[in-house]
């Protein structure tokens, strides 16, 4: 069992940053990939970002490439998302998610590939 608890949301203006927080907790977390998703109102839940296990391997969708970057600590049970050049159309509650599957050759993007998620934490972006 993981547990996963999201920081970091707020209001900024356009063009601001943010940088999100996503602790980990159980016995095997840092064996997880992980990827951040993010939920509009009225609208899907839809992929934002992935990292590998270890780190080595990103992955973003193309609406926050160049913007956006995932990382994590594994020392510190910790995923980061920082969000730079933020615009309104990014205002939305921004989920963290583990994934069983540590590594993967097409990249994991759907909400079905994720086994544990946490109570996401909002982010609206002013114009």
């Known amino acids: 069992q993981v547990q996963l608890v999201e920081s970091g949301g707020g209001l900024v203006q356009a063009g601001g940053s943010l940088r999100l927080s996503c602790a980990a907790s159980?016995?095997?977390?840092?064996?997880?990939?992980m990827g951040w998703f993010r939920q509009a109102p009225g609208k899907e839940r839809e992929f934002v970002a992935r990292?590998?296990?270890?780190?080595?391997?990103?992955y973003y969708a193309d609406s926050v490439k160049g913007r956006f970057t995932i990382s994590r600590d594994n020392a510190k049970n910790t995923v980061y998302l920082q969000m730079n050049s933020l615009k309104p159309e990014d205002t939305a509650v921004y989920y963290c998610?583990?994934?069983?599957?540590?590594?993967?050759?097409?990249?994991?993007?759907?909400?079905?590939?994720?086994?544990?998620w946490g109570q996401g934490t909002q982010v609206t972006v002013s114009s």
């Open positions: 998610a583990a994934d069983r599957l540590p590594y993967s050759v097409v990249p994991r993007t759907t909400t079905r590939s994720y086994d544990y």
């Open positions: 159980g016995r095997t977390s840092s064996n997880y990939a």
């Open positions: 990292i590998s296990r270890n780190g080595d391997i990103p």
